[in-house]
């Protein structure tokens, strides 16, 4: 189940900046644990994109930046380009739970 | 390179059983923990459960939503991590990938595998 939610879709022209909210509660985000983000693009497996609510892994062009604040998180893409559209997942640790949680999800469209 | 390659799905019936694969290279498979996540259409991605390494007596953990039912196991011989799945019902029909996770931290799953499809139908 998904206990931290995201918009279902964003969209912007090329070169524009977007951002995805992930809202999570006392639980997870708001217990201080880590929020990390997937970029799936269409018919492949999630990609790590960042990790430890700022980090981006090699590769991973610095258009991408994420932040963190209380109990919630947002990953903002700058430059938007073609090749960014893609669904996006938040994710982090829920202690109520004692699993590990995703968001629902947000499809980036480029216009 | 690094790979990790899930078998074993298909189609099952209510109440059956099934057992996924997946085989890893690329990297020191016995040094990491190692998951298994799902993914639905109606429910996103789902967290399946882990199995930690030896230097952490293979622990297993699993979503409340499998406990019970599923079973996480690797051989570290073979680069392999395996996930038995029992009482299967249409609500475990999903594609299940095989993850690495790794600690920043708190733990994130950086490496996928391209799953394999898990269809439960009567």
């Known amino acids: 189940q998904s206990v931290l939610t995201q918009p279902p879709s964003v969209s912007g022209a090329p070169g524009q900046r977007v951002t995805i909210s992930c809202t999570g509660i006392?639980?997870?985000?708001?217990?201080?644990?880590?929020v990390h983000w997937y970029q799936q693009l269409p018919r492949t497996a999630p990609k790590l994109l960042i990790y430890?609510?700022?980090n981006r892994p090699s590769g991973v062009p610095d258009r991408f930046s994420g932040s963190k604040s209380g109990t919630s998180a947002s990953l903002a893409i700058t430059g938007l380009q073609a090749e960014d559209e893609a669904d996006y997942y938040c994710?982090?640790?829920?202690?109520?739970?004692?699993?590990?949680?995703f968001g629902t999800g947000t499809t980036v469209t480029v216009l | 390179e690094v790979q990790l390659v899930e078998s074993g799905g298909g189609l099952v019936q209510p109440g059956g059983s099934l057992r996924l694969s997946c085989a890893v290279s690329?990297?020191?498979?016995?040094?990491?923990?190692m998951d298994w996540v799902r993914q639905t259409p109606g429910k996103g991605l789902e967290w399946v459960g882990r199995?930690?390494?030896?230097?952490?007596?293979?622990?297993?953990e699993y979503a409340p939503s499998v406990k019970g039912r599923f079973t996480i196991s690797r051989d570290d011989s073979k680069s392999s991590l395996y996930l038995q799945m029992n009482s299967l019902n249409t609500e475990d029909t999903a594609v299940y990938y095989c993850?690495?996770?790794?600690?920043?931290?708190?733990?994130?799953?950086?490496?996928w595998g391209r799953g394999t499809l898990v269809t439960v139908s009567s």
């Open positions: 690329g990297f020191r498979f016995s040094d990491h923990y």
């Open positions: 430890g609510d700022t």
């Open positions: 993850v690495r996770a790794v600690l920043h931290r708190n733990w994130n799953f950086d490496l």
């Open positions: 006392n639980s997870n985000l708001g217990a201080g644990y880590d």
């Open positions: 199995i930690r390494h030896k230097v952490g007596s293979y622990i297993t």
């Open positions: 994710q982090s640790y829920d202690n109520s739970l004692s699993a590990y949680v």
